[in-house]
């Protein structure tokens, strides 16, 4: 079984920055995949970022050259790091570890909401 916490989300004017934590536990080593997935309201869900077990990583259009994802091993951890955030960035996040086994995992996701 694996677990996931996300944490970091919160309230932020456009323009600035937040970054968020998935921190895993349980039996993540044979993960394949972290991704970050986001949904707003009314929206389907989205995939943001995902990184792989060996260390590619992968980025949504819409957030390509202000996101990046990164993972610290020794702390079971990946971030997403948001920067110029906008308005429509605004919507619920949350991480997801895909297994070798093809098993999915989910946290429960973090909010995130960028004014005007």
């Known amino acids: 079984q694996v677990q996931l916490v996300e944490s970091g989300g919160g309230l932020v004017q456009a323009g600035g920055s937040l970054r968020l934590s998935c921190a895993a536990s349980?039996?993540?080593?044979?993960?394949?995949?972290i991704g970050w997935y986001r949904q707003a309201p009314g929206k389907q869900r989205e995939l943001v970022a995902a990184i792989s077990s060996g260390g590619s990583t992968n980025y949504a259009d819409s957030v390509k050259g202000r996101f990046t994802i990164s993972r610290d091993n020794a702390k079971n951890t990946v971030y997403l790091q948001m920067n110029s955030l906008k308005p429509e960035d605004t919507a619920l996040y949350s991480c997801?570890?895909?297994?070798?086994?093809?098993?999915?995992?989910w946290g429960q996701g973090t909010q995130v909401t960028v004014s005007s």
């Open positions: 997801r570890l895909d297994t070798r086994a093809f098993n999915s995992y």
């Open positions: 349980g039996s993540t080593f044979s993960f394949r995949t």
